[in-house]
């Protein structure tokens, strides 16, 4: 069974649920630490197939930490950081001025890079790629919250994209004008690692309807969480990239370098 060292959102009882419940629903095993602590060494004595870091602040690491990390990236474990206010730049993510910045598929601002979507922002599939390759975005396009903005690194790949839209009513009827594109699922590779970044949240409130994604419920619960209920289409993309950073069996790396 694959194993996987999930950082942030919080803590299990909270944010954490939907994620942790996501991984618990198609049996993948976790280890977790909350947001609020300190990261414990030890961990990286443990041979995880993927480090996921959301909303878990930089200054949580040391810089030698981090180091150790990439290391372990550049030897095969995979990385996915999933945004919000304490992932990437944010608004205490900092991610910016470590050297995570060499490793993920995507360049951060140097300026809080959060943007909170009051009006549409729906998801745009931009190329094929396995993780997403089973779901139905044309024909069911989701919508998200807010997100980081994030700018695409050369020869990695924009495999989703969030493009926002201004709604306005006039005599009777809406119209939506578009108002600009921004990476939301982007992937590479980093030495032998699988690489991606995820602009929006796994959870409230960054992850808007998304959470409602699909044509069925299914309910979920991890050990020491909270029972969630969301759409099946929303499990399954972040089940499958949490599978593809992993390099299970159907999901190798075919990333170019980047």
């Known amino acids: ?36 602590k300190k990261f414990d060494e030890s961990l990286l004595k443990n041979d995880y197939d993927a480090i996921i870091i959301s909303d878990y602040p930089a200054e949580n690491f040391t810089e030698s930490q981090i180091d150790k990390i990439i290391k372990k990236v550049k030897s095969g474990t995979g990385l996915l950081m999933i945004g919000g206010w304490e992932s990437f730049t944010g608004l205490n993510g900092g991610y910016n001025h470590t050297a995570l910045t060499e490793v993920l598929p995507i ?24 993780i997403t390759d089973s779901l139905p975005f044309e024909n069911q396009a989701p919508a998200v919250g807010g997100f980081n903005k994030l700018r695409l690194k050369r020869f990695c790949n ?35 690692g699988n690489v991606a970044a995820f602009a929006s949240d796994a959870a409230p409130h960054w992850v808007g309807p998304l959470v409602d994604w699909g044509d069925k419920r299914i309910t979920a619960k991890a050990a ?34 980047c």
Not at 11 to 22: F, N, R
Not at 111 to 127: E, Q, T, Y
Not at 178 to 185: C, S, V
């Open 1 to 36: 069974m694959r194993k996987i060292l999930y950082l942030g959102d919080t803590a299990l009882a909270e944010a954490a649920s939907y994620l942790a419940g996501v991984m618990n629903y198609f049996e993948t095993d976790f280890d977790y630490a909350e947001s609020k």
């Open 107 to 130: 360049i951060m601002e140097d300026f809080d890079d959060r943007a909170n979507c009051s009006g549409p922002c729906l998801i745009v599939r931009n190329r094929e790629h396995i």
């Open 158 to 192: 924009e495999i989703l994209s969030v493009r926002r839209f201004k709604a306005e009513y006039k005599d009777g009827k809406f119209e939506f004008l578009e108002a600009g594109d921004f990476p939301l699922l982007v992937t590479g590779s980093y030495g032998k």
């Open 224 to 257: 020491g969480g909270t029972e969630i209920e969301v759409g099946n289409w929303y499990a399954e993309l972040f089940i499958n990239m949490i599978r593809w950073v992993s390099k299970t069996e159907r999901q190798q790396n075919t990333e170019a370098k």
